[in-house]
Structures are given as structure tokens and as C-alpha cells.
């Protein structure tokens, strides 16, 4: 069974430009999770999809970043205008359901500069 | 916010020995769950145990659960130079988990 795919792996960019990372999860998990872990910490949910429906995105910011899982399996999440905060790794998640074990996938390295 | 606290944040051991890590939490839960990072990697999962379970087994690991004083331990035995990551503890309510920072482990030849 092939795990969750993100791509790109590595992205630099200059601070104020736009970027967009992908993810598809593992076949079938109705539930699909970004995270962003910044270096020494551990990860934390910015957006919770339940299918193609928005769960929880408390944590996201909103003026500069959206996601988006139209049809219920791959997601994009973008970020515009990037600022310095935000080089991290993002990470996307998936499982069948929620309360469930998560699935990662490797995840994007972010660096602004 | 992050509700798991691991400790200690830095552990290095030498190969062969158990290593001991351990995670206190605020609110109640549903389930706590181990993760292991490799570094540059995603998260692998661990081990799940529910808030009715004390105590569970997976190889050479065990995790143990006390909801009395809102804290888990795991313990890994017999380390090995492939166990060196970082290792969150992730509790988990209706639909969400929450991480900690982490305990980054080093085995030592």
C-alpha cells in the first residue's frame, strides 16, 4: 500500500512570494491533516479535513494561508505572502477516520528568506 | 497549543541499554500516541493506548498510561544505533491530536 505523498520535498523562496505544496494520502482515509513543525518543536495542525469538508483550521492563518481538498482525496495548502516564521517543515497526515492512528507523509522543507 | 510535555528533552545512551522517556499531559483524552521522527523524516506511528489501558506492548517497546496523574511513559529496551530519532507523545481527544516537543534520543555505538 503506497503511503501519503507530498511534494515539492524542499522549497526556498523569498519573503512576500507565493508557494503551494501537495498531498495525497493514502487510499481510502477520509481524514487529511496539515501540520507545521518548526525546527525543535513538535508538529502542530493548521487544517483538519473530514473528506472534502473543513473539520478544524483554529490554528491556521488564515490572511495568508489556505487549503484546499476539493474532491476528497489530494489537498494543496498555500501560503501568500510567505514571511520569515514561516520556514518550517509541513507536514500532511491522512487516516481512515478520526481517532485514529495518523499516516505521515515526508514532508516539505520551507525556507524564506 | 501543545498539550503533551515530554521528558527529558535530550537522552543519549549507549547501545544495548533501555531508554526511558516520558510524557504529562493537562486535559483528558481519548487515546495517547507515540511517534518517531528520523531526522529530516516524516513521523512514523509507534504505539496507540487507549485511556482504559495501562499498559501495552509492541516489540521492544512499552508504553504504559496512568489518566490519575495524567502521564504516559515509553520505554525503549535494548537500544540500537536505528533508535536514535526524536520521539513525540500525541494525545488525542474527539478528533484532534496535540504534540509535544519531543525527547530526541541518541544511541551510542
Known amino acids: 500500500e503506497a503511503g501519503v505523498a507530498q511534494s515539492p520535498r524542499y522549497k526556498i523562496i523569498e519573503k512576500r512570494q507565493s508557494v503551494a505544496f501537495w498531498c495525497n494520502p493514502i487510499?481510502?482515509?477520509?481524514?487529511l491533516y496539515w501540520y507545521q513543525q518548526i525546527l525543535g518543536q513538535g508538529p502542530k495542525l493548521l487544517i483538519q479535513?473530514?473528506?472534502?469538508?473543513?473539520?478544524?483550521d483554529s490554528q491556521l492563518p488564515k490572511d495568508r494561508f489556505s487549503a484546499e481538498r476539493l474532491k476528497g482525496v489530494d489537498s494543496t495548502l498555500k501560503i501568500q505572502p510567505a514571511k520569515l516564521e514561516d520556514s518550517a517543515v509541513y507536514l500532511c497526515?491522512?487516516?481512515?477516520?478520526?481517532?485514529?492512528?495518523?499516516?505521515f507523509g515526508p514532508g516539505t522543507r520551507l525556507l524564506v528568506l | 497549543s501543545q498539550q503533551g510535555e515530554e521528558d527529558p528533552q535530550a537522552l543519549s545512551i549507549q547501545e544495548g541499554e533501555n531508554a526511558t522517556m516520558n510524557c504529562s499531559y493537562k486535559?483528558?483524552?481519548?487515546?495517547l500516541q507515540w511517534y518517531r521522527q528520523n531526522s529530516g523524516r516524516g513521523l512514523v506511528h509507534l504505539i496507540l493506548?487507549?485511556?482504559?489501558?495501562r499498559e501495552k506492548h509492541s516489540g521492544r517497546l512499552r508504553v504504559t498510561l496512568d489518566t490519575s496523574k495524567k502521564s504516559s511513559s515509553l520505554l525503549i529496551t535494548a537500544s540500537r544505533a536505528a533508535d536514535t530519532a526524536s520521539y513525540f507523545c500525541?494525545?488525542?481527544?474527539?478528533?484532534?491530536?496535540?504534540f509535544g516537543a519531543g525527547t530526541t534520543v541518541t544511541v551510542r555505538a
Open positions: 497526515a491522512s487516516s481512515p477516520s478520526t481517532k485514529e492512528t495518523q499516516y
Open positions: 487510499s481510502g482515509h477520509a481524514t
Open positions: 479535513f473530514q473528506n472534502n469538508g473543513v473539520v478544524d
Open positions: 486535559t483528558s483524552i481519548n487515546n
Open positions: 493506548i487507549r485511556s482504559n489501558e
Open positions: 500525541a494525545t488525542g481527544n474527539d478528533y484532534k491530536l496535540s
